[in-house]
């Protein structure tokens, strides 16, 4: 497959902010693509707004800053405010949630930056589609791509915190089960740290496929419970929903000319909703897409049911919906 995707966006500027980045001993401008007001053909326009109104977005929307002054404000600010914690009641595992969140907006940063390059630019893009995405630990990959790590080391350090125990509070991401979900997770990286216009695509699961625990000597499987506390790396796209259709059958209707039509009748209908997952490349401002599909009922809770005192029933469709993403079956 040819990289027809735009130009390297490492080489195209961002505006005030530009970094320059190390990838395998060649140093390249690492300054992102151009903001949403570069315009340029192609682009679907959701909001417009005078040049005054885009001068002033631009203003405030600035990437953040990776000095590890800026990287302990925003760290305590996500803990006081994010999360509603005070130095009072602070461990590492809320440490882990602040921390993660600093770093995502920062690769909130790079996405949008990167999503506004392609919006503008309109190249064909590569779609990566997998049942499974073996992701990893992603404070720790983040920071890597981003070259980070040593400024949020050094910030953590003076807040009374030690980087790698954060590291270790993250739960992997059950989206995989062995060699396709690796392969799957490194094409995305790569794709990332090429500057290809890229996004992949797979299920939210909830419970993913496994634990493995060996009881009295044999393997026991339970449940992986990866999303119980959330997942801060996600950004959940409710405005992104559309309704799939399972079952039915096709009946013949002739209208009043004559013509026979064809209709989809008695199917179940399950809405999907996109889950985002920003994934930043290497050496460059990069940042790529998985977009996670997870199951939703059309109607959540049957009141007629319940109020029958039929309590399963009014919430059969939920469950019926939701067990579609609830288990990566191998």
Same mark, same amino acid.
């Given at each position: 497959m040819s990289n027809?995707?735009?130009?390297?966006?490492?080489?195209?500027?961002?505006?005030?902010?530009?970094?320059?980045?190390s990838n395998s001993g060649r140093t390249r401008s690492s300054t992102g693509p151009p903001p949403l007001s570069a315009g340029g053909s192609g682009m679907t326009a959701f909001w417009s707004a005078d040049e005054s109104a885009l001068k002033r977005w631009n203003e405030l929307t600035e990437e953040e800053s990776n000095d590890p002054e800026a990287v302990a404000r925003s760290f305590c600010k996500h803990a006081t405010k994010t999360l509603a914690r005070g130095s009072f009641n602070m461990d590492k595992f809320a440490a882990y949630y602040a921390a993660a969140y600093s770093v995502r907006d920062r690769l909130i940063d790079r996405w949008n930056a990167t999503q506004n390059y392609h919006s503008a630019k309109n190249p064909k893009r590569i779609y990566y589609m997998s049942l499974e995405f073996l992701l990893g630990r992603t404070l720790d990959n983040a920071m890597l791509n981003m070259e980070v790590k040593p400024a949020f080391d050094e910030a953590l350090d003076g807040l009374g915190f030690t980087l790698e125990d954060l590291i270790e509070e993250e739960?992997? #991401? &059950?989206?995989?089960?062995?060699?396709?979900?690796?392969? #799957? &997770?490194?094409?995305?990286?790569?794709?990332a740290t090429l500057d290809y216009p890229a996004w992949g695509y797979g299920i939210r699961y909830q419970y993913g496929i496994f634990q493995q625990r060996i009881m009295d000597g044999y393997q026991t499987e339970f449940p992986d419970y990866w999303l119980n506390f959330g997942n801060p790396w996600e950004v959940e796209r409710l405005d992104v929903c559309y309704e799939v259709r399972f079952r039915g059958f096709v009946s013949k209707v002739t209208d009043s000319s004559n013509r026979a039509r064809y209709m989809w009748e008695g199917c179940e209908k399950v809405l999907a909703i996109g889950y985002d997952n920003p994934i930043p490349g290497y050496g460059t401002k990069n940042c790529i897409n998985i977009r996670l599909w997870s199951s939703k009922p059309t109607k959540e809770f049957d009141f007629a049911s319940f109020n029958d005192g039929n309590y399963d029933k009014s919430v059969e469709d939920q469950k019926a919906a939701e067990n579609i993403t609830a288990v990566l079956v191998s």
């Open positions: 027809a995707g735009p130009p390297s966006l490492a080489k195209l500027s961002l505006g005030p902010v530009a970094l320059k980045q739960t992997d #991401a &059950a989206l995989g089960n062995g060699g396709l979900g690796r392969l #799957a &997770a490194c094409f995305m990286d790569s794709m």
